[in-house]
Antibody
C-alpha cells in the first residue's frame, strides 16, 4: 500500500526557509485523483492544513500561509516538497504529508510526521 | 473559511462506555465531513469519511452521522485502545479545516 515519509532538517533559524520533502512509496504520485498535501501541528495544538499539489503541478494554499508557502512536485522521484519562508518560532510544529483523495475528500494515508523547530 | 467546532474539549470515560463527540460547522457542508483518531506521537488515522462511511479496517464500534452543520462520532463500546484525540475535518471548501480536537481519557 502507499506510504509517505517526510524528511528534512529538524532545526531552522528564524527568518530562514523551512524545506521538507515527502517521498511516496508503494504507488505512483501521478496516478489517480489524488492531491498531495502538507499539514502541520504545533505541540499540544490542533491540525492546520498548509496546502496541496496535484501531479500536474497545480497547487492550492491556505490563505493564512499563502504568501510564504511553495509546494512543488517531482514526479520522476515520486516526491513532493514544502518550502516555508521567513519562519518564526510560531512555525515550530510537527509537519505531516498526506495523500488527499479528491473524490472522497479525505486524507489517507499520512506520513509519520517530522518535528521542525525554529530557533537560533 | 469554514470553522469547525468540536465538543466537548475533553471527556473521561470507562471501558465499555458509549461515547459521543460532536462537530459543528460554521456553514452547511452537506456530508463532506471526516473523522480522524490521533494517539500521542502518531499521525492522525482516518476513521470515518463522508460523514458516515467507515474506513476499511476500522472497527464497527465507530460510527458517524449527521449532515449540513451538525455531526456526531459515536464509539458504541469504548475499548482501551480508543483513548486518543479525535478530530473532525471538512472537505466542502478550501481551505480545508479541522476541528480543535476532543481528547478521550480514562
Amino acid at each position: 500500500q502507499v506510504q509517505l515519509q517526510e524528511s528534512g532538517p529538524g532545526l531552522v533559524k528564524p527568518s530562514q526557509t523551512l524545506s521538507l520533502t515527502c517521498t511516496v512509496s508503494g504507488g505512483s504520485i501521478s496516478s489517480g485523483s489524488y492531491y498531495w498535501s502538507w499539514i502541520r501541528q504545533p505541540a499540544g495544538k490542533g491540525l492546520e492544513w498548509i496546502g496541496r499539489i496535484y501531479s500536474s503541478g497545480s497547487t492550492n494554499y491556505n490563505p493564512s500561509l499563502k504568501s510564504r508557502v511553495t509546494i512543488s512536485v517531482d514526479t520522476s522521484k515520486n516526491q513532493f516538497s514544502l518550502k516555508l519562508s521567513s519562519v518564526t518560532a510560531a512555525d515550530t510544529a510537527v509537519y505531516y504529508c498526506a495523500r488527499y483523495d479528491s473524490s472522497l475528500g479525505r486524507f489517507d494515508p499520512w506520513g509519520q510526521g517530522i518535528l521542525v523547530t525554529v530557533s537560533s | 473559511d469554514i470553522q469547525m467546532t468540536q465538543s466537548p474539549f475533553s471527556l473521561s470515560a470507562s471501558v465499555g462506555d458509549r461515547v459521543t463527540i460532536t462537530c459543528r460547522a460554521s456553514q452547511s457542508i452537506s456530508n463532506y465531513l471526516n473523522w480522524y483518531q490521533q494517539k500521542p506521537g502518531k499521525a492522525p488515522k482516518l476513521l470515518i469519511y463522508a460523514a458516515s462511511s467507515l474506513q476499511s479496517g476500522v472497527p464497527s464500534r465507530f460510527s458517524g452521522s449527521g449532515s449540513g452543520t451538525d455531526f456526531t462520532l459515536t464509539i458504541s463500546s469504548l475499548q482501551s485502545e480508543d483513548y486518543a484525540t479525535y478530530y473532525c475535518q471538512q472537505s466542502y471548501s478550501l481551505p480545508l479545516t479541522f476541528g480543535g480536537g476532543t481528547k478521550v481519557e480514562i
